[in-house]
Every structure is written in C-alpha cells, then in structure tokens.
C-alpha cells in the first residue's frame, strides 16, 4: 500500500487471527496437511478449521458431531488456555523488541508505539523482519502499521499470513473505505444508527455531508485521518 519508509509517527499491530488454533498446529506440526478442526470452549462446535477440514464440507459453527459425520477421519482439539497464554506473551515480548510502548489489546493482538524508533527500523521491512524473527517458528503473524490505531489494526488483519502492510497516510482513506463500519471502535448504538442511515462501509460514512454526521465526521477525522 505504500513506500518501505518508516516514520515516527506509525502504531504496529501484531495480530495472529485464531491464536489458540494456531499455536495448537505449532505444537502438533504432524497435524498439518490434515482435516483438523478447533471446538469452541463448549467443546461442542467448530471455532476454526484447517483448509483441508473445510474442503470435506466442514464449517465454523458447526457442531462437532456433524462436523465428524461429513469427515470421519477428523481431528478434533481442544483450546488449552496456558497454551494460549505462551504464545500470547510470546507475541507481547516480540514487539517489545521495537518498541517500550506496547500494549496487549487481547490474545493474539498487539499494539506498539514507534515513535522515537525511526533510526532503529528506518524501512517497515526492517520492524516487519525484527518481530517476526522473534516470534515462535511456523506461527502466521499479520503486521500492520498506519499513524492511527485502527487503520494500523485493519491492515494487520488484511495482510497475509506472515506479511506486513504499511498504510500512509495519504492512503488512509481509500484503504478504509470497504471496511465495515462495523470494525469501528464505537458503541453499538453509534453503529446502528449508522446502519439506520444506510451506512454499511467506513467510505460510506466518510462520505456523509458533514452537517449530517459532524460528531461522527470529527471523530473519524481525529483517529483515522479521513477527512
């Protein structure tokens, strides 16, 4: 989406989507190629699901009795939450080699301030490659990196597994503009009237004249940058 030039002013996120599944493939590697599937905590249906568990017909939400009648051969695991909480730290610790200020949003999902780190990490390449070296082998991490929070949380979970998008600000604007406004950090009533209004996408709603939606107009301005 942009240049490899760093600047001071960018906020990281690390996010790996479905930590507790992820870290069960690392741990059981002779599981990969296989149709496995993750249980809820419930341990009664799917949470997430490999590739070739979805191919057989599997799908999220689906309970697990059904799940194993459409694959017989199956693999079901469990989330084991000390698992999770290794690699969540792990996670934490691997940003916290670029930056002092990181914070843990939840499992799986880390923010980090890089302001100051600009001669350390010139070229996103460079802070893409410093945390993933860091990080636990075979995991999948997303980097993001934008000057507001939020976008820099959208391109993580738009990047590829083990990849990194960097977000200008120059491109905030249309890089959001399909995102569902329901991504937004709002409370849901400010969503609903959204959706109330016909607004389904954060290009839509940048888009609203602004004697329309002024408050709403002035506090994506200030956290994303659209304008």
């Known amino acids: 989406w942009s240049s490899d030039v760093c600047s001071s002013d960018l906020i990281a996120c690390l996010a790996i989507p479905s930590l507790a599944f992820q870290c ?22 799917v949470a997430d699901l490999t590739r070739e568990a979805r191919v057989r017909g599997v799908r999220v939400g689906m309970t697990l009795l059904d799940a194993v009648g459409l694959c017989p051969q199956l693999v079901v695991v469990e989330p084991r939450p000390a ?3 290794h690699y969540a730290d792990a996670l934490v610790d691997a940003m916290a080699i670029v930056s002092p200020l990181v914070e ?8 980090a301030d890089l302001r100051g780190t600009e001669g350390l990490y010139p070229r996103f390449s460079d802070l893409q490659a410093a945390v993933f070296a860091a990080l636990p082998d075979r995991l999948e991490p997303q980097l993001g990196a934008a000057a507001a929070r939020f976008t820099a949380h ?13 977000v200008a600000t120059a491109e905030v604007a249309d ?5 569902p406004v329901s991504r937004l950090p709002l409370e ?9 209004l016909g607004i389904d ?6 888009a609203l004249p602004r004697s329309r939606s002024e408050e709403h107009t002035s506090e994506l301005q200030s956290r994303f940058g659209i304008s």
């Open 24 to 45: 069960e493939l690392v741990e059981r590697p002779r599981l990969l190629g296989s149709p496995v599937v993750l249980s809820d905590e419930a341990h009664a249906r």
């Open 83 to 85: 698992l999770i909480a």
């Open 104 to 111: 843990e949003a939840e499992q799986g999902l880390v923010f």
């Open 154 to 166: 959208m391109a993580a979970l738009r990047a590829e597994p083990g990849k990194g998008i960097r």
């Open 175 to 179: 890089f959001l503009a399909s995102v």
């Open 188 to 196: 849901i009533e400010a969503i609903e009237r959204l959706w109330m």
């Open 201 to 206: 996408t954060v290009g839509a709603f940048a």
